[in-house]
């Protein structure tokens, strides 16, 4: 069992002012993998993704993980569902800028139900892993772009989701921390036996993935693994 898209299509306006952004969208993601979205500004990435995230709502189709039918649940399942089971990474960190580095991940660790104690463990764990062992007491002002990004990497995991959905997550980066945040990403999604979709253009990190996707007009344009 993984994620299974089936047949996704996502349409905004009506009539005349219709506009078909993703058409027919099918393809499978097994536990321990990572999927790279690739393609030109406006092909669908993001709208898939943010589909897939249950930000968005579809048009049609099917989508589930572990044969559960996730998008479709009542928006109070579905936001548990989002804070549980799946974690989310952006082009920008967005830090809390008045929370040291421990807290950002405390904090999300206590909204998804853990303990206080429990989830600073849990974060300390986490960062020590990463490399930030010196940057616990930290606040994000103080951190360089790439200490904010494995910031935001392990407090992505700090729910251990099923999932983890990246969208241009090295885009701020240079060519070696990039390389180095798409590495930790993978690794993560391997050891903990989850899915991992991730956006980019950059092709460097294309060696990563475990399939790499194009879309193209709100179609799969190529599937490579």
């Known amino acids: 069992m993984g994620l299974v898209v089936e047949h996704v299509t996502k349409s905004f306006g009506e009539k005349e002012a219709k506009t078909q952004v993703l058409n027919d969208i099918t393809f499978t993601a097994d536990k321990g993998e990572l999927i790279v979205l690739n393609g030109a500004s406006g092909s669908g990435k993001s709208t898939l993704l943010s589909i897939i995230g249950g930000l968005l709502g579809k048009s049609s189709g099917e989508i589930t993980l572990d044969d559960l039918d996730y998008v479709n649940l009542s ?24 929370l040291n580095v421990t807290d950002q991940l405390t904090y999300v660790g206590q909204m998804a139900g853990m303990g206080k104690k429990a989830a600073k463990e849990r974060a300390e764990k986490l960062l020590t892993e990463i490399g930030l062992s010196h940057r616990l007491k930290s606040y994000p002002n103080a951190l360089s772009g790439g200490e904010k990004q494995r910031v935001a990497i392990m407090r992505a995991w700090m729910n251990q989701p099923k999932m983890i959905l990246a969208d241009e997550p090295t885009a701020s980066l240079d060519s070696k921390r990039a390389i180095e945040v798409v590495k930790m990403i993978k690794n993560n999604v391997k050891e903990n036996n989850s899915i991992g979709i991730m956006i980019t253009h950059d092709e460097r990190v294309f060696e990563f993935a475990d399939k790499v996707i194009k879309l193209s007009d709100g179609r799969i344009e190529d599937k490579t693994s």
């Open 75 to 98: 928006d109070k399942k579905l936001t548990d569902m989002r804070l549980n089971q799946i974690g989310f990474i952006f082009q920008s960190s967005h830090l809390i800028p008045y």
